[in-house]
């Protein structure tokens, strides 16, 4: 038997169409076919975080338009990643079913709920399960599309391809944040966003449908080191049973090489998660950015991650090792993380700060992130090549576990920011709305403010808040009240006569040039005829002089209070009733929710230096040298071993 005759043994034939489900291939792909199927793989990759990430750009409108609450919308995420989890789990199932079509159905299905039902619900509790249909889906890709990357890519390119892998999520988080930041100006509903993503999901899902390709079971079962494995892959395939290579696969998965770099990697990005998820609602509530501002900050840390990953990728299979990278970068991540840590919430930080921040966190998470994909399943296939999604699907389920968690975790102690969430918008608005008013308000006891709220028309409640506004004792207060009340005329008269005048009628009743002054006074301003006006200064004389000197000294203090009052009783129930219900609470929030923050991003540093000594126990070597020593063994026994494989079928043939 010859090698090509070897591999014509597991060839199927096909009809016309069967090509659309058909998708396994019986040869090894040449460069070019392997690039469009990792370029596509790429694409739907990007397409798919695209797609599980605008809720984060949108965050706040979607928690207005449905009148939910940040607590609520944090409980979606939990839900979904839940759900994700399990999907992952189930994913290894790819190492049977295969890869390519979980894809293909899967952005079908994502690209229908995204564009046009997620958009479409009512209310939010429709919302959260089209939400966790969606995660469900992206649970399965998560697994499937790093098993297409590590099926087409030998180890000594497997970095650049992770590299470009990982490209999915940071290039869907930059093109969130870049079709947001540039559209949500002129399209403000939430809904537009998910409608152009799904239409273009579709374009992705039918791209997919004719283009994408995958390996037969009995060749990508196979270790492949280098290109140069090929003929070797090719000729093994026939004596392959895939059934028999999976047995035992997910106990083969199960060592700590495997589960605890899985969890290490996963508490590693706690950062990531949150940036995704929370930035629009962070920036607003500690600086006040609008979205399309902080979507355009985040813009530096997707662009900064993104190149990284594909240099780092490429650097890394050109020295042949993973483990310097993964150090190296953990710890500049960790370092940005620590300085953020310690700046996020200083309210001098400027916008170029966070931005060169961002890039130093990206750059190093980039880095340590494309490195550790590529060494993770370089140790899955040590174990067992056949099971590489049954270990991609331990990872993807411990990801997405550990996501679960840390948004728990996170609800709880940053707790601060569902109350400035829910209730701080309406809050500042109202007390902008009536902020004299509630001044007003503000100045009364609260004995006071409970008895006018109890009983507003209380003449000793209004006598005991006046006096508070105006500083008159109550006694006061009560006089000028009962004297404007029972000689209103008479006041009013007094106060058209001009103050000299008065003085000079006060000090002598009997002056006849300050009687006909004030006469005249009256005629002019209150407009009545000169006996009238003769009448009602007469009239004055029964105001009792106590009482008029205190309405003189007091009197226009307590109109004030009055007036004050007065408008103060004229603020809405309601918006008064929501403003003693929350008002407190959004003030103290406001107080702990910076510190709330900085304590999370303090643990998420904390998740950055568990990943370290993870690193030492996958495989791969630390240095350069070693590793292209461990190449040229292998392509010597890879060479050795053909030549065996022609002499025994040169033998069978003669």
Request: with cysteine.
């Amino acid at each position: 038997m010859t090698e090509s005759s070897a591999t014509a043994a597991v060839e199927r034939p096909r009809s016309a169409v069967s090509w659309l489900w058909q998708r396994q291939l019986d040869r090894y792909p040449a460069n070019g076919p392997r690039a469009l199927y990792l370029g596509i793989v790429v694409v739907a990759t990007v397409l798919l975080y695209y797609e599980l990430y605008i809720p984060g750009a949108v965050a706040t409108d979607i928690i207005a338009y449905f009148g939910a609450s940040l607590k609520y919308f944090i409980v979606i995420s939990i839900v979904g990643n839940a759900i994700g989890a399990l999907a992952s789990l189930a994913a290894g199932l790819a190492d049977r079913w295969g890869r390519a079509n979980l894809v293909v159905v899967g952005l079908f299905i994502t690209g229908i709920l995204v564009g046009f039902v997620l958009p479409n619900t009512s209310n939010k509790h429709a919302y959260l399960v089209v939400f966790a249909l969606i995660s469900l889906v992206e649970g399965v890709i998560l697994v499937a599309t790093p098993a297409l990357i590590r099926d087409f890519s030998p180890q000594l390119g497997r970095a650049s391809a992770m590299g470009f892998w990982t490209l999915g999520p940071v290039i869907g988080s930059l093109v969130v944040t870049e079709v947001s930041s540039h559209t949500l100006p002129s399209h403000p509903d939430w809904q537009f966003q998910f409608r152009l993503c799904g239409v273009i999901g579709l374009i992705v899902a039918v791209i997919a449908l004719v283009g994408l390709r995958e390996l037969s079971p009995r060749l990508r079962d196979q270790l492949m080191v280098s290109l140069r494995d090929r003929a070797l892959v090719e000729a093994r395939a026939a004596g392959i049973d895939p059934e028999a290579a999976l047995k035992g696969s997910w106990r083969q998965m199960m060592g700590l090489d495997v589960v605890g770099p899985a969890f290490a990697i996963s508490v590693f990005l706690l950062f990531y998660y949150i940036a995704v998820g929370f930035f629009v609602i962070y920036f607003a509530l500690i600086y006040g950015y609008a979205p399309e501002r902080t979507n355009g900050l985040a813009n530096w840390y997707w662009i900064a991650n993104a190149v990284t990953l594909v240099v780092i990728g490429i650097a890394s299979d050109r020295i042949r090792v993973r483990k310097p990278f993964m150090l190296v970068g953990a710890i500049v991540s960790a370092i940005g993380v620590a300085i953020f840590a310690s700046k996020a919430t200083d309210p001098t930080t400027s916008y170029y700060t966070f931005a060169w921040l961002f890039v130093l966190i990206a750059a190093g998470g980039g880095m340590a992130y494309c490195a550790w994909m590529a060494a993770y399943t370089e140790t899955v296939e040590k174990h067992n090549p056949a099971a590489t999604a049954t270990g991609l699907a331990v990872w993807g389920g411990i990801i997405r576990t550990v996501v679960t968690a840390s948004l728990i975790i996170f609800l709880a102690l940053v707790s601060s920011s569902g109350v400035l969430v829910d209730f701080g918008a309406k809050t500042g608005e109202l007390a902008a709305k009536y902020n004299t008013e509630l001044g007003t308000l503000a100045a009364l006891s609260p004995a006071t403010q409970a008895k006018l709220g109890a009983n507003p028309t209380d003449p000793a409640t209004q006598a005991q808040a006046l006096s508070e506004l105006s500083g008159v004792s109550v006694q006061d207060v009560g006089t000028v009240i009962s004297t404007t009340t029972q000689y209103a005329q008479q006041l009013e008269t007094l106060q058209a006569i001009d103050p000299a005048t008065l003085a000079a009628l006060s000090a002598n009743p009997a002056d006849k040039a300050a009687g006909a002054a004030a006469v005249g006074d009256i005629i002019a301003k209150l407009n009545v005829s000169p006996a009238e006006a003769v009448t009602r200064l007469q009239a004055t004389s029964q105001v009792p002089k106590e009482a008029l000197a205190v309405v003189t000294a007091s009197g226009a203090k307590v109109k004030a209070a009055g007036d004050r009052l007065t408008a103060a009783g004229k603020v809405p129930k309601e918006d008064l009733a929501f403003l003693q219900e929350h008002g407190a609470a959004v003030q103290q929030a406001q107080i702990d929710s910076p510190r709330e923050w900085k304590r999370w991003w303090w643990i998420c540093f904390a998740g950055q230096l568990v990943f370290l000594p993870f690193i030492f126990v996958m495989t791969g070597r630390w240095s350069p040298r070693k590793a292209a020593e461990d190449a040229r063994a292998h392509e010597e026994a890879v060479n050795r071993e053909l030549a065996a494989l022609r002499q025994e079928t040169s033998g069978a043939t003669a």
